[in-house]
C-alpha cells in the first residue's frame, strides 16, 4: 500500500517569505508526527496530532511555526516569516495508534527539504 | 534535555567487519527501545526494537544488546556491507511519553 508522502520534496525561499508543506499519511493511521532534521542533527519533535485531541504543540520552536490536519488525515505544515535557521529537512510520521503503545509503529514520509536564502 | 544520548556520531567500517553503536538513556520509565535505519533523501524506518525484559534480540545480522543496570543499550552490525551505509537512530519511549531520538550515527562501510 501507499506510505506517507510529502510535498514539495525541495522548497527553497527567500527569508521572511511563509512555506505551507503539505503531508499525507498512510490511511487509516490516526496519529500523526511532524519533526525537524537539521544538517547532522538527530530528529526534533515538533507537533503531534492524535484522532480528534488537541495536538501537542510542545514542540514547535515559536510561534511562527504552526500546523493542522484536516478530516483527520492530510496535515500541513506552516512556517511564516521565515529565517535562514528554519533551513532543515521536515519530516512527517503517522501511526495506526494500537493498543500496545511499544508497537506503534511510526512510519516516515521522505520529507521536505526546505533551504531559506 | 537530551533523554538518549548516541554515539558515536559517525562511524567507518570495512565492509565484513563489526558496526556498534551506543545509546544511553535516562528516564527509568523508558520501556521501549527502537532502532531507525534511515538512508539518503529518505525518512527513517523502523529496523529492529527491544524491551527491557530481555538482554539481547537478534534479527539476522543486527543485534540489540540491552543493559538495563547500566541503562545503555547498542546496536551491532555484523558482517557489515556497503548497503548497511546509512543513519542509524536510537530511541526510547514510555506509556506516558513520545518516542525520544538519539541524535544519530552517520555509518560508511566502506567496500
Known amino acids: 500500500g501507499a506510505g506517507v508522502s510529502q510535498s514539495p520534496s525541495n522548497k527553497v525561499t527567500e527569508k521572511g517569505k511563509d512555506v505551507e508543506l503539505r503531508c499525507d499519511p498512510i490511511?487509516?493511521?490516526?496519529?500523526l508526527y511532524w519533526y525537524r532534521q537539521s544538517l547532522g542533527q538527530g530528529l526534533e519533535f515538533l507537533i503531534y496530532?492524535?484522532?480528534?485531541?488537541?495536538?501537542?504543540k510542545s514542540g514547535l520552536p515559536s510561534d511562527r511555526f504552526s500546523a493542522e490536519r484536516t478530516g483527520g488525515s492530510v496535515s500541513t505544515l506552516t512556517i511564516q516569516r521565515t529565517q535562514q535557521e528554519d533551513s532543515a529537512v521536515y519530516l512527517c510520521?503517522?501511526?495506526?495508534?494500537?493498543?500496545?503503545?511499544?508497537?506503534?509503529?511510526?512510519?516516515f514520509g521522505p520529507g521536505t527539504r526546505l533551504t531559506v536564502l | 534535555q537530551q533523554q538518549v544520548k548516541q554515539s558515536p556520531q559517525s562511524l567507518i567500517v570495512q565492509k565484513g567487519g563489526i558496526s556498534i553503536i551506543n545509546c544511553a538513556y535516562e528516564?527509568?520509565?523508558?520501556?521501549?527501545f527502537p532502532w531507525y535505519q534511515q538512508f539518503p533523501g529518505k525518512g527513517p524506518a523502523l529496523l529492529i526494537a527491544?524491551?527491557?525484559?530481555?538482554s539481547e534480540k537478534k534479527e539476522g545480522r543486527f543485534t540489540i544488546s540491552f543493559n538495563k543496570s547500566a541503562k545503555q543499550f547498542s546496536l551491532h552490525i555484523m558482517d557489515s556491507q556497503p548497503g548497511d551505509s546509512a543513519t542509524y537512530f536510537c530511541?526510547?519511549?514510555?506509556?506516558?511519553?513520545?518516542?525520544?531520538f538519539g541524535e544519530g550515527t552517520q555509518l560508511t562501510v566502506n567496500p
Open positions: 510520521a503517522s501511526s495506526f495508534s494500537s493498543s500496545d503503545y511499544r508497537t506503534d509503529t511510526q512510519y
Open positions: 490511511s487509516g493511521h490516526t496519529a
Open positions: 496530532f492524535q484522532g480528534n485531541s488537541a495536538p501537542d
Open positions: 528516564n527509568t520509565a523508558f520501556d521501549y
Open positions: 527491544i524491551r527491557p525484559d530481555v
Open positions: 530511541a526510547a519511549k514510555s506509556w506516558r511519553s513520545r518516542l525520544t
